[in-house]
């Protein structure tokens, strides 16, 4: 901010104080840039952990591409690029170090999650909704261009409503008794097989652990064994499925990796 009013007196004025003032500055700046790069986000001071704020992050990537522009110094041009790349594809809370880093960055590289605010929140259970939007997203299924209502609590306020509605059409008919779509709930692990069975062919042919807490009579177990020998989702030891429990993000997102692995080996 200082180096850019300092510029602005410049041109007003041609100081030669303020230009040799500017000069020293960028000098400066292009030094200890390297300094605010964490790999995955910049530093909002060289204080460490004191991490820019999703804001102050984007108003870095803006004054890296003003001082460029004054100056045309390839670092100012290459930093500005990269930290854009981190605001689109990182996450504040995501660093390289965390388990599912890979995971994570892998689906917001390809559009599948899509930063909002620069945070993942990987233990918060994931929406009905939201879900459907990242498998939809990793499927390659064009959102619909046309609202038609299929469920009375998803309008075209609802996030994804076109997803949700893509969804449907493709069969993923998931209304309860009154028709309703619940687009907030979150969502169950037993669900999620359903889902992931309706929307892909799994192979049938690979053995799948037995589960003590799924009987062969239900109507989720046909499909939670075919996740389960497709690797898509792991047991709860030593042999529980936990068809209840609900799934987090994070768990979403490995299990949408393992699906895009899959895929891609065929």
């Not at 009013?5 to 390297?34: D, R």
């Amino acid at each position: 901010f200082t180096l850019q009013s300092i510029y602005n007196y410049y041109e007003q004025t041609k100081s030669p104080k303020a230009l040799a003032l500017f000069n020293a500055g960028i000098k400066e700046a292009k030094m200890h840039i390297k300094d605010y790069d964490l790999g995955y986000w910049s530093s909002y001071s060289l204080i460490s952990g004191n991490l820019a704020s999703y804001n102050y992050h984007k108003i870095h990537v803006d004054l890296l591409w003003k001082l460029y522009t004054i100056t045309g110094i390839q670092e100012f041009k290459t930093y500005a690029g990269r930290f854009d790349f981190y605001l689109k594809y990182r996450f504040i809370n995501i660093p390289p170090t965390h388990p599912s880093f890979k995971v994570i960055t892998t689906l917001a590289e390809k559009g599948i999650i899509i930063s909002k605010d620069g945070w993942f929140s990987s233990h918060a259970n994931i929406s009905r909704a939201e879900f459907i939007g990242w498998l939809a997203r990793a499927l390659g299924w064009k959102p619909s261009a046309v609202y038609k209502g299929y469920y009375p609590d998803v309008d075209q306020n609802c996030e994804d409503w076109n997803y949700i509605e893509t969804a449907f059409e493709k069969g993923l008919k998931f209304g309860n008794e009154g028709g309703l779509f619940r687009p907030q709930d979150s969502i169950s692990r037993a669900e999620i097989a359903s889902i992931l069975c309706t929307a892909v062919r799994l192979p049938g042919d690979r053995p799948a652990p037995q589960v003590a807490d799924v009987p062969n009579n239900s109507q989720s177990y046909n499909n939670i064994e075919l996740v389960l020998a497709n690797g898509l989702m792991e047991p709860y030891e030593p042999n529980y499925f936990r068809p209840d429990i609900k799934v987090t993000k994070e768990q979403a997102a490995i299990t949408l990796f393992k699906l895009l692995e899959a895929k891609n080996s065929k």
